[in-house]
């Protein structure tokens, strides 16, 4: 108690100033609406540039879990989009079918390659999760691939640049069907071979997934024709497709699974005599 008694009569100019140069000025702030005005806005900036740096530190932290709903509600959505059967001649509500025939699984990828000519990605998703061989990957904006190998926590996904990949696609306006296979040349391309002569092709037509096999449904996103030329054989395209994904920089994918693949797949076996 002495000290503080002490630091005041040893300041007591300087103290007397300070609480002088207070009262005035909230003397002038209150009697000229003036500097009332100037001294609210100034605080307002103060105190909201305090609040912004506190949201966004927040919104920062937060981003993980909007990432994981996120996610969930794209998983959710694209359960539904492949699973609607729509009635194309009549488009009402009650044409729209939900028919379960693929389930989705959200993924994130651990390790990416895409410089060597066998590719192959690995995601945090394995047996514990029923991720299984020959399931479908994908992102949002397209085709990335399909499961090789699984171990409890971990699945390899055999990518689109690989040479030993092959995948059911089509032209998106004319359904003519081909294969998606990678020259090795570049990440941003890969090559849909076997289209017939025949098929109308234009630059930046877009490419799907075929749905004739049991790993992707029919309409997933590839990319657009970026440029073709007939074959050596003369009868059918090699298409340059540029592909919608930049498989350089895949961090979330989402796994399909085929729940009709086994029934299908029993249909297709030969039968013994």
Same mark, same amino acid.
């Given at each position: 108690?002495?000290?503080?008694?002490?630091?005041?009569?040893?300041?007591?100019?300087?103290?007397?100033?300070?609480?002088?140069?207070?009262?005035?000025?909230?003397?002038?702030?209150?009697?000229?609406?003036?500097?009332?005005?100037?001294?609210?806005? &100034? &605080?307002?900036?103060?105190? @909201?540039?305090?609040?912004?740096?506190?949201?966004?530190?927040?919104?920062?932290?937060?981003?993980?879990?909007?990432?994981?709903?996120?996610?969930?509600?794209?998983?959710?959505?694209?359960?539904?989009?492949?699973?609607?059967?729509?009635?194309?001649?009549?488009?009402?509500?009650?044409?729209?079918?939900?028919?379960?025939?693929?389930?989705?699984?959200?993924?994130?990828?651990?390790?990416?390659?895409?410089?060597?000519?066998?590719?192959?990605?690995? *995601?945090?998703?394995?047996?514990?999760?029923?991720?299984?061989?020959?399931?479908?990957?994908?992102?949002?904006?397209? *085709?990335?691939? *399909?499961? %090789?190998?699984?171990?409890?926590?971990?699945?390899?996904?055999?990518?689109?640049?690989?040479?030993r990949s092959r995948i059911n696609a089509q032209l998106k306006k004319t359904?003519?069907?081909?294969?998606?296979?990678?020259?090795?040349?570049?990440?941003?391309?890969?090559?849909?071979?076997?289209?017939?002569?025949?098929?109308?092709?234009? *630059?930046?037509?877009?490419?799907?997934?075929?749905?004739?096999?049991?790993?992707?449904?029919?309409?997933?996103?590839?990319?657009?024709?970026?440029?073709?030329?007939?074959?050596? @054989? @003369?009868?059918?395209?090699?298409?340059?497709?540029?592909?919608?994904?930049?498989?350089?920089?895949?961090?979330?994918?989402?796994?399909?699974?085929?729940?009709?693949?086994? %029934?299908?797949?029993?249909?297709?076996?030969?039968?013994?005599?």
């Amino acid at each position: 108690m002495q000290q503080i008694i002490n630091f005041v009569l040893r300041n007591k100019t300087f103290l007397v100033f300070l609480l002088l140069f207070g009262l005035s000025l909230f003397f002038t702030i209150q009697s000229h609406s003036y500097h009332k005005s100037k001294f609210i806005n &100034s &605080s307002n900036m103060v105190t @909201g540039g305090v609040y912004q740096v506190a949201n966004g530190i927040g919104q920062y932290f937060n981003l993980a879990d909007e990432n994981k709903a996120l996610l969930e509600e794209n998983r959710m959505l694209k359960t539904i989009v492949y699973n609607l059967d729509l009635d194309t001649t009549r488009l009402e509500l009650e044409n729209f079918k939900l028919n379960p025939s693929y389930k989705f699984r959200t993924a994130q990828v651990y390790k990416n390659s895409y410089s060597q000519t066998t590719n192959y990605l690995t *995601i945090n998703k394995g047996k514990k999760d029923s991720i299984k061989v020959d399931f479908g990957v994908v992102t949002s904006k397209g *085709i990335v691939g *399909i499961v %090789e190998n699984t171990s409890q926590n971990f699945s390899s996904v055999l990518s689109i640049l690989n040479t030993r990949s092959r995948i059911n696609a089509q032209l998106k306006k004319t359904n003519h069907i081909g294969s998606l296979v990678w020259n090795t040349e570049s990440a941003e391309f890969a090559q849909l071979i076997d289209i017939s002569k025949f098929a109308p092709l234009n *630059i930046g037509d877009t490419i799907i997934t075929g749905g004739q096999s049991t790993i992707f449904p029919k309409g997933v996103l590839i990319g657009t024709v970026n440029s073709f030329k007939i074959d050596n @054989g @003369g009868d059918s395209y090699v298409v340059n497709v540029k592909l919608f994904n930049d498989m350089t920089n895949i961090g979330h994918v989402y796994v399909i699974e085929n729940l009709q693949a086994a %029934e299908i797949k029993s249909l297709q076996k030969p039968k013994n005599d």
